[in-house]
């Protein structure tokens, strides 16, 4: 890994300051503001680059630094950002970029305006190192700063329904991967489970059959036997996150609907299938004990994917971050929008946390936005230059 100069890890680190100050929260996205405000720092940089609309106010970015041989490869962030709630308990503020102690807090620092900063910077000095050697890269350098990620990753499907990434032979995902990299990601299954009773006064509960006890039944079960699916070796094993509950609409009428929404995140289509059985039959045996009934419906489903590890940019990435051992990340990126459809050779490796990803104080370590950038950097002038 290379050292950076101070000069540019500095830029790195305000560049990130500056993206964690642009609200991109989606809902609603409003990614236009930053894909601008980027747009414009790749055009000074030397780099070309375009916006991709979305939807009125919303929109990805596409940079380029064209090579001189066909192919290209490809560095994946997002511009979004989860929302930031009233009743969240910040003690830092959300959207001031501060900076202390070694971190740097806001909502996106991790995920994953600190990622999105490091491929920038890392664009930036390829394109200057190019310019110093007077010829250009030798595959073009891709840049794929999506819009709305955290939803439904409806930008990532924009760019390859209008072929970005048809020529693309490698592509690194700076999501934020605790120092390792990964070279496969879990799938992601949104199942909602619907229970149906019969509303009644609140003083005569036993006219009616309440959606909320067979609801909670179900979740305290389903949790428990998630559990037990089988964790495998470099894989690890199916999660479980029961997101969302919701029933009933006063307290003193019995409840005649619960909701519950499940976020389960498989290593195998496999488990996935077996998720959706077990939710099937938990559902339909706890609604049949109460006298209620249940429904199942399918939310939305990116399935597992993984890289090629043979492939020889898979094995330099792995060799210049000192990885031996890559798993596959515990999340879901737009690696698993763009690789069903153009199955590209890809790693997952960026800075800041998962863990610190979606909650209150939000924050990255600058010291793993500098190795971050220290791998990356190091990579791109082996494979381009």
């Not at 939803?151 to 592509?171: N, S």
């Not at 999660?239 to 009428?253: A, D, M």
Request: proline share 6%; glycine share 10%.
């Amino acid at each position: 890994m290379m050292e950076i100069p101070k000069q540019a890890l500095d830029e790195a680190i305000e560049l990130a300051r500056s993206l964690v100050r642009i609200r991109s929260t989606n809902p609603p996205g409003d990614e236009e503001g930053i894909a601008r405000y980027i747009k414009d720092y790749l055009i000074v940089s030397g780099l070309e680059a375009e916006l991709v609309p979305l939807g009125p106010g919303r929109g990805s970015l596409v940079g380029r630094l064209p090579g001189r041989e066909r192919g290209s490869l490809v560095l994946c962030g997002h511009l979004d950002t989860v929302a930031v709630e009233k009743d969240e308990p910040w003690t830092k503020p959300p959207f001031e970029g501060l900076i202390e102690d070694g971190r740097l807090y806001g909502r996106g620092a991790a995920d994953m305006k600190a990622g999105v900063a490091v491929i920038l910077q890392a664009a930036k000095l390829i394109a200057a190192n190019a310019r110093g050697r007077k010829r250009s890269p030798r595959k073009t350098l891709l840049l794929a700063l999506t819009a709305d990620e955290e939803q439904g990753y409806r930008g990532a499907e924009t760019l390859v329904e209008r072929g970005y990434f048809a020529e693309a032979e490698f592509m690194v995902v700076a999501e934020p991967s605790d120092g390792k990299v990964f070279i496969g990601e879990k799938g992601e299954l949104w199942l909602k489970a619907r229970f149906l009773g019969r509303a009644a006064h609140g003083s005569t509960p036993e006219l009616g059959v309440s959606a909320l006890l067979p609801a909670a039944a179900f979740c305290t079960r389903l949790n428990a036997e998630l559990r037990r699916f089988p964790e495998v070796e470099g894989l690890g094993r199916t999660t479980l996150n029961i997101g969302q509950f919701r029933g009933g609409w006063r307290v003193n009428v019995v409840p005649d609907r619960a909701e519950v929404e499940m976020d389960f995140r498989v290593i195998s289509e496999e488990d996935k299938a077996r998720a959706i059985k077990l939710v099937s039959e938990l559902g339909e045996e706890e609604a049949r004990r109460a006298g209620a009934r249940f429904e199942q419906e399918l939310l939305s489903y990116h399935p597992p994917v993984f890289s090629d590890r043979t492939n020889g940019y898979v094995r330099e990435f792995l060799a210049l971050a000192g990885e031996v051992a890559p798993g596959i990340a515990p999340y879901c990126t737009d690696a698993a929008t763009i690789f069903p459809k153009v199955p590209v050779p890809f790693v997952i490796y960026g800075p800041g946390s998962i863990s610190l990803a979606h909650r209150p104080d939000e924050y990255v370590e600058l010291a793993s936005l500098e190795r971050a950038l220290g791998v990356l950097l190091s990579f791109l002038e082996r494979a381009l230059l």
